[in-house]
Structures are given as structure tokens and as C-alpha cells.
């Protein structure tokens, strides 16, 4: 059973039907409230952790990992100088023209470092989406790949993100990120008329869930990855119509083609705008809640499924696939960014203990596994890094990690 297939299948229990989508429930304020709001949330959280950091090094007692000398800030797209904008870009660019270090007896289609990581996600994707170490496997992930753009192509600043609720309002053609610029993620895909909505669930006999068609569908035409090639996949590709695409030879057979986007503001603005992701960080109140809400409870696709499917194409619309589109680290930033300032809203119980994870080892507990622990380790097969236990990667100032996020 197709992937996007058996997502819908389990999510189908919390809701009494899947119909047409409709706008989550959200904090009732205006865009431009919201966003302001999101802000001072971030902002609050961004002071509690420097303060945090200060009486730790005040306290003394052994010298600490993560000092406010050593922090990484992590910022959004829009607040990056030209030049820090084009470090990133070549950055990526150069991990694009690296060898792999997958065997390519295991995966024939990864020809790069970054098909590495776009291979790793392939692999591992059932184990790590509606599952208990769905936030703590991507925020290592995309760790792992920002220390890859530093370490491998001497990237100097830190991972960006992309903050949904500005390209909700802005429209996704228009902000700084999408708008096909030099110093942009790259822009739309060339436009395709007359594209039917695109209807998740009918391949698998489901009722339908419809999203609009975006403004492109064909491959980019704009931007520093223009010319891209995304190398691996499809595996679960769904297309307008409610059609799904996969690679007859294997998900993991060389099959290059253009990176295709099909840009969709107002999928955007009812799934991932301010207003929503305030109301995914200030409503649950536990760990399940909170990463049922992010990810999606049918028909709401969440700020996640937001995020993916408002920038669709091949492979952003892939579950499998999807880290083969550049803008999937910034989406993923922000996915942490969100767990971030929701943890610390209560950090005894959010980033301690057993509390700060819930659920299960496989997707929807399909087929039936053990409860995540903290005490499991996720690991990134040959994309980077080494295992690390969930609990060394619930704090972004203890562990391996040493960041945060203005």
C-alpha cells in the first residue's frame, strides 16, 4: 500500500469523515497579529535559553558543551544579509557536487552528499513519521546536514528556516524565498493549465481529501536550482487528480529529472499560517497532542503537511522523497523552531524525562511495535553523524547541539 495511502488510513480514526479541507482551529486574531504574536513568542523563548546559558557558566562545575560563545542562531530567510543568503546557496550547491558515501550497491541513484540524505529519509521514512521520534529524528537530521554544509563546503552561518506564516500573507511567489531571485531558494515551477485539484486517498479507496492546484507543476524555471537534478524516487509522488507516481525500478534506482514545484499560496494560508501555528504550540498540552497536531489530523494536513504540500511538485509533494527539494531544511527548520518554543513554554516536562516523548517505533503503529523511549537512538545511516539517544536530542543546547532560533 502506497505510503500516503496508509497515512490517511490511520488518521482516519480522528475525524468522522474526510471532506473537502478546511482552515484548522486557529488563535482568532488577524495574520499580521498572529505573526506579530509568533514573534514575541520566539523572542521570549530566544531570552529564557540565553539567561539559562548565563547562570550555567556563572555556576561553573565543569565546563559546559553549549556556551553563549559557541551559540548558533538560526534565523529566517528574510533576515539574512545578500551575501549570507549566496553562502548558503553555494553551500548547497556544493554539497550537490560532492561524491555520495552511500554503497552504491545499496542505493544506485545516489550520486552526491546530498542524495546521501534525500537516500537516509528514503530508508528510514516508515520509522520516522507518526511515530515517537518523528521530531527528534528530523531535528538531528537537519543538525546533521547544516554541520555537512559548515564542515564539507564551509558554510559560515547557521541553518535558515522558513517561517510559513509570512508566505502566507506575502504569497509564496512574491517572498524572499520563492521569488526565483539569485539570492531565493529558487522559484515556481513553469506553469501547467488546466491541472484538476489535487486529491489525496482515492488510489486507496479512501473518501477524498481535495487541495487546490498551485500557480506551476512543471519544472523551475528560476533561481540557483533551476538546473538541479533530483536523482532518487518518486516513491509515493501524488499528482493533481488523485493520481500517484512511483519509480518502477525502486525508490532507490538512478532516475534524474528536473525539480519540479507547483507553488500553492492558499494551501499555505489555510494550513500553516501564523494563526495555525500559534494554535499548534499553545493549545496541547503533551507531547501526543502537540506532534498529532503538527503532522496533521484529517482533514487538517497541519503545519507540516502545510508546509510540504503548499510547496508540492516532484519531489516536494514525495513523503518519501521530499528532503530532494532545497526548501525542505528550511520547512524543517521551522517544523524545530515550533517544538523549540513549544518545549520551553514548560522545559522540566517537554525537554526531560520520560513526558517529552509519546508514541510508537513505527508509522501509526503499523505494523504494531514498542513504545518510543527516550532511551532509543535515531541515527542518519550514511548521510552523517553517529547514533544518539532521543534524550540527548530534546534540548538544542545540550547534546550534540548548541542553537537556537530568532
Known amino acids: 500500500m502506497r505510503a500516503t495511502s496508509l497515512m490517511l488510513i490511520g488518521l482516519q480514526a480522528a475525524s468522522t469523515a474526510l471532506a473537502a479541507p478546511q482552515a484548522p482551529d486557529a488563535v482568532p486574531l488577524d495574520p499580521q497579529q498572529a505573526l506579530a504574536q509568533l514573534e514575541t513568542l520566539g523572542n521570549a523563548t530566544f531570552t529564557d535559553i540565553q539567561e539559562e546559558l548565563e547562570v550555567l557558566e556563572k555556576r561553573g562545575g565543569g565546563q559546559p558543551k553549549c556556551t553563549l560563545s559557541r551559540l548558533q542562531i538560526r534565523r529566517e530567510w528574510n533576515l539574512l544579509s545578500t551575501w549570507e543568503k549566496k553562502d548558503y546557496i553555494r553551500a548547497v550547491k556544493c554539497l550537490q557536487s560532492k561524491p555520495a558515501k552511500t554503497p552504491s550497491s545499496l542505493v544506485p541513484g545516489a550520486k552526491s552528499r546530498y542524495d546521501d540524505f534525500i537516500a537516509t529519509h528514503i530508508n528510514q521514512t516508515m520509522t520516522i513519521h507518526w511515530t515517537g521520534n518523528f521530531l527528534s529524528w528530523h531535528r538531528y537530521y537537519t543538525w546533521l546536514y547544516e554541520k555537512a554544509l559548515q564542515d564539507e563546503c564551509g558554510y559560515q552561518g547557521s541553518q535558515p528556516y522558513w517561517n510559513w506564516g509570512l508566505t ?118 503533551n507531547i501526543l497532542d502537540f506532534q498529532t497536531t503538527l503532522q496533521g489530523n484529517m482533514p487538517n494536513i497541519g503545519v507540516h503537511g502545510g508546509g510540504h504540500f503548499a510547496l508540492g511538485g516532484d ?92
Not at 233 to 260: H, I, M, T, W
Not at 320 to 347: C, E, K, N, T
Open 168 to 285: 502566507a500573507i506575502q504569497g509564496m511567489e512574491n517572498s524572499a524565498i520563492f521569488d526565483g531571485s539569485d539570492t531565493s531558494m529558487s522559484g515556481n515551477g513553469a506553469f501547467i493549465p488546466n491541472k484538476p485539484d489535487l486529491i489525496l486517498g482515492v488510489s486507496a479507496g479512501l473518501p477524498p481529501v481535495y487541495l487546490p492546484a498551485g500557480t506551476g507543476g512543471g519544472c523551475v524555471t528560476s533561481g540557483p536550482f533551476k538546473n538541479m537534478s533530483v536523482n532518487l524516487g518518486p516513491v509515493s509522488l501524488d499528482l493533481p487528480g488523485g493520481l500517484n507516481e512511483q519509480n518502477p525500478n525502486g525508490p532507490f534506482a538512478y532516475n534524474p529529472r528536473c525539480l519540479k514545484r507547483d507553488l500553492t499560496t492558499a494551501i499555505n494560508q489555510m494550513f500553516a499560517n501564523a494563526s495555525a501555528t500559534l494554535s499548534t504550540i499553545l493549545q496541547p498540552q
Open 315 to 406: 519531489p516536494g509533494r514525495d513523503f518519501f522523497v521530499s528532503p530532494g527539494d532545497p526548501a525542505f531544511y528550511l520547512h524543517h527548520g521551522m517544523i524545530d523552531r515550533v517544538w523549540w518554543i513549544w518545549q520551553q513554554l514548560d522545559p522540566q516536562t517537554r525537554t526531560k524525562g520520560a513526558s517529552a516523548v509519546a508514541g510508537t517505533n513505527t508509522f501509526l503503529n503499523n505494523p504494531p511495535s514498542a513504545d518510543t523511549t527516550i532511551e532509543d537512538y535515531v541515527n542518519a545511516g550514511y548521510a552523517a553523524g553517529s547514533p544518539k539517544k532521543i534524550k540527548e536530542l530534546l534540548s538544542t543546547t545540550a547534546g550534540p547541539f548548541c542553537y537556537v532560533y530568532l
